[in-house]
């Protein structure tokens, strides 16, 4: 029994434990706070001594192409909703190094288990325009057939599950996807994307406990944009951002300038060989800030300075950033810029136009594509449904189909 008391470390199944005389309690900071991880100054120089996985111009060139589709995408599609011609939107402006880096990383075998704020993964992987105006407008030919809200993208041929409003739920779906590719000895691992206030739900840490432990092939990407719509992260969590939470639960972790998409490139190149070459989950902070508002329902303006929006819109804006790095290479020029912005937007237009006036999905899709046979209380309401609007067909969209 003394022999047990005096040794210095123990092996127990909860791990090793190292003894000591000295009473010491852990600190709730950090007396150093986690480095960031950058390639790209502010003006698009590379960093001296940066260490990159190199990117060539054809993947640059289309990372620009897409950084610059998304951003115009969201534009088009927030004037669309302010005319009242949908309902809802979500843009990703400020954060569209973070959409478009970490999916050219991937290989089309990763799947995907997004948030609200990542359509530039799709299109990425190539979800056409037409795809998303479809699903915007909810159309006979939106995948959802018009169930979802506007910007609640899916598709299976993509390996891109569909969006859920609900917060941080598809983290712990991405654990389970990442331990049966595990299971099948796939060489493919899952991507779940999150905010900030995701990480302060219960399932953030139960995904990160669950992967830890199933030594899962999954890569959390956490877009820390200092705001979970108007509760800044000083009303969130005390702790050092978000990587070092990884070291808790036993995850291998990093801290990534989010605008940076050189950065965000490398750290997702990087993570993704880890975990599925390892088995391991690796966790991605991705440093960044929100410069639309929360989606149209929100006006940011109420909670935080206009000034400060502005300053990250033009100081420290991704797209411009990446635009000056492959200009430098000799990759990019002003009459390309000047054909791409305008190719986009005719585009885009033509696209809205077609899915604006197309048929929309008939009114029994509602009660459909759960059941096998569709139960009787189901088919109750579908009835009854159907009887209302003959009854009240003024109260109800004409271009449904009944």
């Not at 995408?73 to 009242?84: H, K, M, P, V």
């Not at 995904?207 to 719509?229: D, H, K, L, Q, Y």
């Not at 390309?336 to 899709?365: F, G, Y």
């Not at 309401?381 to 969209?397: A, F, G, M, S, V």
């Amino acid at each position: 029994m003394k022999a047990f008391i005096s040794c210095k470390v123990l092996d127990f199944p909860g791990g090793k434990v190292v003894f000591s005389p000295e009473m010491r309690f852990l600190s709730e900071s950090p007396s150093v706070y986690s480095q960031c991880y950058r390639v790209l100054d502010d003006n698009g120089q590379l960093i001296s001594h940066s260490n990159f996985v190199p990117v060539s111009e054809e993947v640059a060139v289309k990372m620009y192409s897409n950084m610059v589709t998304l951003q115009t995408l969201d534009t088009i599609f927030y004037e669309a909703q302010r005319q009242g011609r949908i309902s809802f939107y979500v843009t990703s402006i400020g954060e569209e190094a973070i959409n478009i880096a970490s999916a050219a990383a991937l290989t089309s075998d990763d799947i995907v288990f997004p948030q609200y704020r990542e359509p530039g993964v799709l299109l990425w992987r190539g979800f056409t325009l037409q795809e998303f105006a479809n699903q915007c407008f909810g159309n006979k030919a939106d995948y959802g057939k018009g169930r979802q809200m506007p910007i609640h993208y899916g598709s299976n041929k993509l390996n891109y599950f569909t969006v859920a409003s609900t917060i941080a739920t598809q983290i712990p779906h991405a654990v389970g996807a990442a331990y049966s590719l595990k299971m099948d000895k796939k060489d493919a691992c899952a991507v779940t994307y999150f905010g900030d206030g995701g990480t302060s739900e219960g399932d953030f840490h139960a995904a990160m406990n669950f992967a830890a432990v199933t030594e899962s092939p999954v890569i959390f990407i956490c877009r820390n944009n200092g705001w979970a719509i108007s509760t800044p992260t000083s009303d969130q969590f005390r702790s050092d951002g978000i990587a070092v939470r990884g070291q808790a639960y036993g995850v291998r972790s990093i801290r990534v300038d989010g605008n940076d998409a050189l950065a965000m490139y490398s750290a997702v190149h990087s993570a993704r060989q880890m975990a599925v070459n390892e088995h391991r989950p690796i966790l991605i902070e991705a440093v960044t800030y929100r410069v639309g508002h929360h989606s149209t329902s929100d006006d940011s303006t109420k909670y935080r300075p206009a000034n400060e929006i502005e300053w990250w819109r033009m100081a420290r804006d991704p797209v411009t950033r990446f635009r000056m790095w492959i200009e430098i290479n000799g990759w990019w020029g002003s009459e390309a810029e000047s054909q791409l912005r305008s190719s986009i937007r005719s585009q885009l237009l033509h696209a809205i136009q077609i899915a604006e006036r197309a048929e929309k999905p008939p009114v029994n899709d509602l009660f459909t594509d759960v059941y096998d046979y569709i139960p009787s209380n189901l088919r109750e309401q579908e009835k009854l449904l159907k009887e209302t609007i003959n009854r009240h067909p003024k109260d109800y969209p004409a271009d449904v189909p009944i």
